[in-house]
T-cell receptor, first 112, second 115 residues
Framework: AQKVTQAQTEISVVEKEDVTLDCVYE???????LFWYKQPPSGELVFLIR??????QNEISGRYSWNFQKSTSSFNFTITASQVVDSAVYFC?????????FGDGTTLTVKP | KAGVTQTPRYLIKTRGQQVTLSCSPI?????VSWYQQTPGQGLQFLFE???????NKGNFPGRFSGRQFSNSRSEMNVSTLELGDSALYLC??????????????FGPGTRLTVL
């Protein structure tokens, strides 16, 4: 069975602070994929990034960056200089052939 | 390209009724998955279809069913509604022939309230 743990249920920061959302996963598959999605109040899950198990390169996209470490089974997401528009629920997800698992989500509130 | 669309966006039903939700995937996507999202249970997988065939099913009672049409559009049906069925129902589509190997793109969801 596979599992995704997002230990932080809620995080509150003040605008311009950096914030890191943690994601730890468990899987026995050697080929798997990791994702982050953002769910704003409107409800739609917006795809942010996908990483496959063979690609441990970190990635930066604007104010967003992702740190994938197989050694610790973690795929953490950092928002630099947070903005009010970043307020949302963020989900980490793990998929392997035949199955997908989502974490419980982290609610991020960015205050002005 | 248009994204995943779901209709209706909001629905209010009473216990015992049945409901049908519709999902149109991104053009070219042949895989459609359905999820139920509730505050207490998070995102739970309902089922997945590819080329009109159900490939995977989550742990939900038989009151929850679905189907996929030849144009890849999908519907899910819930019969004999219960209060606990109140949730946001999300549809996602992907390109992949093999479940779990491609990015899923989600629609805006249908918010179902059962009174």
């Amino acid at each position: 069975a596979q599992k995704v743990t997002q230990a932080q249920t809620e995080i509150s920061v003040v605008e311009k602070e950096d914030v890191t959302l943690d994601c730890v996963y468990e899987t026995r598959d050697t080929t798997y994929y990791l994702f982050w999605y953002k769910q704003p109040p409107s409800g739609e899950l917006v795809f942010l990034i996908r990483r496959n198990s063979f690609d441990e390169q970190n990635e930066i996209s604007g104010r967003y960056s992702w740190n994938f470490q197989k050694s610790t089974s973690s795929f953490n997401f950092t928002i630099t200089a947070s903005q009010v528009v970043d307020s949302a629920v963020y989900f980490c997800a793990l998929s392997a052939p035949g199955k997908s698992t989502f974490g419980d989500g982290t609610t991020l509130t960015v205050k002005p | 390209k248009a994204g995943v669309t779901q209709t209706p966006r909001y629905l209010i039903k009473t216990r015992g009724q049945q409901v049908t939700l519709s999902c149109s995937p991104i053009s070219g996507h042949r895989s459609v998955s359905w999820y139920q999202q509730t505050p207490g249970q998070g995102l739970q997988f309902l089922f997945e279809y590819f080329s009109e065939t159900q490939r995977n099913k989550g742990n939900f009672p038989g009151r929850f069913s679905g189907r996929q049409f030849s144009n890849s559009r999908s519907e899910m049906n819930v019969s004999t509604l219960e209060l606990g069925d109140s949730a946001l129902y999300l549809c996602a589509s992907s390109l992949s022939r093999q479940p779990g190997t491609d990015t899923q793109y989600f629609g805006p969801g249908t918010r179902l309230t059962v009174l």
